[in-house]
């Protein structure tokens, strides 16, 4: 089959937005948000997006559990564990992805917490740029430095080749809410996104420039969908986090492989590809423990995570005052990637529009 | 000593145009025939009045260079539609050269973290004289560690890792500037300027972000 004839997990969607139909111009108005990069896909399956990516079955969306009780502290453990269990089968190293970041430091400190740091010493190497010591300086002078194998985050593409296992922070941001909120914070309308749903997000989307029927379309297609699938999205910010939970959840999983440059099969990504909060108890905790996420502040985001790192770190500036920044910028400029992984997880490198166009789309009005 | 650069036209002797990178200047005339780039110190500009009250981009100067830079003005007849052409096709190749410049120097001038630039050279050394399979390392090695308490199998650790990160960048910028540099030197207008930067920016950007 031609290449661009395969149905694809992940797309760079530029070439699609268009303002030919009414349906297309509604769905690339959200585009003016997000980086064409980023395809988005309804993990809950209701919403059938203009053009056909096809959802990669271990990311549907779970059902929720209301009854779930584990605390944050516990998945985190018990992720760690597994990763370790992995690794201890496979006795391959981990590459942790680490910038510093709450996400990726979190994911550390899991690790220092289920496992003495002279074993874990032998087993993690910690994949970084220099970035990585600045932004967080403390947990690389205390506790990298002194014991840890480092390589350089420049080498990333050589990483893919079977020889570690691959541990980002990646969805972490997903299931606290959305970084979002830095801007949101910015231009003044931080108190309202925590008000009972209303038509906040319309504005906010057209103050950033989206036609203010499509952002209307978009509130509506998002409302009525998480109803139907038995989310209730009692705040704006509840709908933050459910568009990137929901929505952008599979594609930032794929962009990091997409920086291998080549063919990773299915196989590898299930067993040498570990997102750190990619798991039935993480998401099921954000989808039940709403109030855990942000309290009043900007800098109070993600604070379930700083209080298990101050745990570990005692590092009060850090819980209190360290804010989400995108941490991994730098470590993916200048570098061409492909155009998408097809669900072959072949790289795809050409896009038949025709092919993937889905004529009874959800926005078609 | 700081430099001004300028882009001499060699046929007329004519200044085209001024710019203060010297890898802007010495791309530029690989697109721009018979040119060359004129290093200038910039105390000509702080000492010299002459200098000092010039448009490089606008006036028509001539330059001649035989005991040092000397300006004067361009005879009229010297300024033809071919000669305007150039200067028009130079300052706008300029301008996207350093906008890619800039944001190329962005995460080199992130990564500094000593003021010799030439310590890579050094680290490279030493990271050849050791041998850390058989715990063996060199003087400088030891002597990092000694002064940072660290071990010396970390010494050589970070070592490494600061040679690596700023070689393997410094190349992955040096081919982003060679790719655009040399499609932004053979750009025939400015849609294809805008076009080439546009692709930049998608290269290095747009697909860095997640």
Redesign the interface.
């Known amino acids: 089959m031609q290449d661009s004839k395969k149905i694809p997990y992940q797309l ?1 969607v ?1 070439s699609l937005l268009s303002r030919d139909t009414a349906d297309l111009k509604h769905w690339s108005e959200i585009y003016k948000i997000l ?4 395809n988005l896909i309804d993990r809950t399956g209701t919403l059938k997006m203009p053009y056909n990516i096809k959802l990669y079955s271990p990311f549907s969306m779970p059902k929720i559990d209301i009854g779930f009780k584990k605390n944050f502290k516990e998945i985190c453990l018990d992720r760690a564990r597994e990763i370790l269990k992995k690794q201890e089968e496979i006795k391959k190293p981990i590459y942790l992805f680490y910038s510093g970041g709450i996400d990726s430091t979190l994911v550390l400190v899991s690790l220092l917490m289920v496992e003495d740091i002279t074993v874990l010493r032998e087993k993690v190497f910690i994949v ?4 990585s010591i600045a932004e967080y300086f403390l947990m690389y002078h205390k506790v990298i ?2 014991n840890f ?7 990333i593409t050589e990483l893919f080749d079977s020889s570690g296992i691959i541990l980002t922070g990646s969805q972490g941001d997903k299931i606290f809410g959305t970084d979002r909120i830095s801007e949101i914070y910015r231009i003044g309308m931080f108190d309202q996104a925590f008000d009972p749903l209303n038509d906040f997000i319309i504005k906010y989307w057209v103050s950033k420039g989206i036609e203010e029927r499509s952002a209307e379309v978009w509130f509506e297609l998002i409302k009525n969908q998480s109803s139907d699938f038995g989310i209730s999205l009692e705040t704006n910010f509840d709908l933050l986090w459910w568009f990137n939970f929901n929505f952008e959840w599979q ?2 999983y794929f ?1 990091f492989s997409l920086r291998s440059n080549n063919k990773l099969t299915e196989e590898y990504h299930k067993n040498f590809i570990f997102a750190f909060f990619d798991s039935a108890d993480f998401q099921q905790w954000s989808m039940v423990n709403r109030s855990q996420r942000i309290k009043k502040t900007w800098n109070s985001y993600k604070f379930p995570a700083k209080d298990i790192i101050f745990e570990y770190t005692g590092d009060t500036d850090y819980r209190d005052y360290k804010i989400k920044i ?1 941490s ?10 492909p155009l998408g992984i097809d669900t072959d997880f072949n790289l795809i490198t050409d896009i038949d529009k025709t092919f993937l166009y889905q004529h009874d789309n959800s926005f078609v009005q | 000593m700081n430099f001004r650069f300028l882009i001499l036209d060699l046929e007329i002797e004519a200044v085209v145009c001024i710019t203060d990178s010297a890898a802007c200047a010495n791309s530029l005339i690989t697109g721009l025939l018979n040119t060359k780039s004129v290093p200038v110190p910039t105390y000509y500009w702080n000492r010299f009045p002459d200098w000092k009250d010039k448009n490089f981009d606008v006036d028509f100067i001539k330059l001649t260079d035989d005991t040092g830079p000397e300006i004067s003005n361009l005879d009229r007849n010297l300024i033809t539609g071919e000669f305007l052409s150039k200067r028009k096709k130079a300052i706008s190749r300029r301008n996207v050269l350093m906008t890619v410049e800039r944001y ?1 120097e962005i ?1 080199l001038l ?2 500094v ?1 000593y003021f010799d630039n030439s310590i890579n050279f050094y680290i490279k050394s030493e990271l050849d004289g050791s041998s850390p399979e058989q715990s063996k390392y060199s003087a400088g090695i030891i002597e990092y560690a000694d002064m940072l308490s ?2 010396p199998d ?1 010494a050589f ?2 070592l490494k ?2 040679f ?2 700023q070689s ?2 410094k190349i ?2 040096l ?2 500037y060679k790719k655009y540099s040399e499609r932004i030197n053979q750009s025939k207008d400015q849609s294809e300027l805008d076009q080439f930067l546009k692709d930049f920016y ?9």
Request: aromatic share 6%; hydrophobic share 35%; net charge positive.
């Open positions: 760079n530029e980086v064409p990069n980023k970084m740029t220099q970035e430095r002194p194998k480092i390589l350089s985050a420049d080498r594609s930032e962009l995108v991994a910028g730098r470590l993916f400029q200048n570098k061409t990637i | 190329l995460p992130n990564s973290d660290i071990a970390q650790n970070e890792f600061l690596e990160t393997r960048l992955k910028n081919a982003v998608k290269d290095c950007f747009l697909n860095a972000r997640f």
